[in-house]
């Protein structure tokens, strides 16, 4: 009845949304942006202030249950491409004119393609075309008992990290959710000649083991897709980490596939051929952790 409930909740809250896009399209996306930085609503500062009253549920939640894998159900993975909507993310002049959201976005359609292929059920977590308000994110959050900070939450139309990480936690109530990853690209512009890939988790949840053991499986797997590649794996403690690699209730990771602000590592990260062994190496790292 719950998950009947709960549907029939998002159902609605995606539809009502849908009224905004015409607006939200609109807006000039490249105003604000400073093409010479990397732009990220997962930078470590936003929500990373852990206080008592973060990890309690509202007095108007419902009693908080924990999400349960029933038997059969099969393994799940959450996909977010980082950023979108009116914050496009990263570029570089190396990028004839991308962005990262475009970047990420394809190579989340190539990591859900593989997954599916293998049986794995793949949610993404957010659509161009559907933007849920903070408020919605709210409700939601509340009617399906997940512990957050209103607080937190922002309407900026760039669908921030923190929102994102409650409306993961809100799918998860509704479909048990194995595996998180958030895909991005760097940059670095004090010295253009760093590169590789990163990845990073939270050493300081719940699912600090599920999320190291998908992060090293990830590095590992990717390693032996692309040998060449340079893949370093960071874990880090809850004041340093990344919004959604603490906040999701499921083992979390961020990928940042590469810098875009290194000529030979942004030409690699627009390769087709370069790319479908990165997602491979990143499919094949997800797969190793199911249970």
């Known amino acids: 009845m719950f998950r009947k409930i709960i549907s029939a ?42 206080t008592e009253s973060d990890t309690e549920p509202p007095e108007t939640s419902p009693m908080y249950s924990v ?61 161009e075309d559907v933007y849920v308000t903070a408020a919605e994110v709210a409700e939601a959050a509340k009617a399906a008992g997940v512990k957050f900070a209103e607080e937190k939450l922002v309407d900026d139309r760039r669908f921030a990290a923190y929102n994102r990480s409650v ?65 370093r794996y960071y874990a880090d403690k809850a004041e340093d980490a990344y919004v959604v690699t603490k906040v999701p209730e499921m083992a979390s990771v961020l990928v940042e596939i590469g810098f875009v602000t290194n000529e030979a590592e942004a030409k690699n990260i627009l390769d087709e051929k370069w790319s479908d062994s990165f997602v491979d190496g990143l499919c094949r790292g997800i797969l190793a952790c199911k249970s």
């Open 67 to 127: 999400p349960v894998k029933r038997p059969g159900d099969p393994f799940t993975v959450c996909i977010d491409p980082g950023h979108g909507y009116v914050d496009p993310g990263s570029t570089s002049d190396h990028l004839g004119g991308k962005w990262e959201r475009e970047i990420v976005r394809e190579y989340a359609e190539k990591l859900k393609s593989e997954l599916e292929a293998e049986g794995v059920r793949v949610i993404m977590l957010w659509d």
């Open 167 to 231: 409306w993961a936690n809100v799918l998860h109530r509704e479909t048990y959710i194995d595996a998180f990853v958030s895909l991005h690209v760097n940059t670095y512009t004090a010295d253009e000649s760093v590169w590789g890939t990163r990845i990073y988790y939270c050493t300081e949840t719940e699912n600090e083991a599920a999320s190291g053991k998908l992060c090293t499986s990830i590095s590992g797997a990717i390693g032996n897709s692309l040998p060449s590649q340079k893949v």
């Open 9 to 50: 909740f998002l159902i609605a809250v995606l539809l009502a949304t849908l009224s905004s896009c015409a607006l939200l399209r609109s807006v000039d996306e490249s105003a604000s942006v400073d093409t010479t930085e990397k732009i990220t609503e997962e930078n470590k500062t936003e929500g990373a202030n852990v």
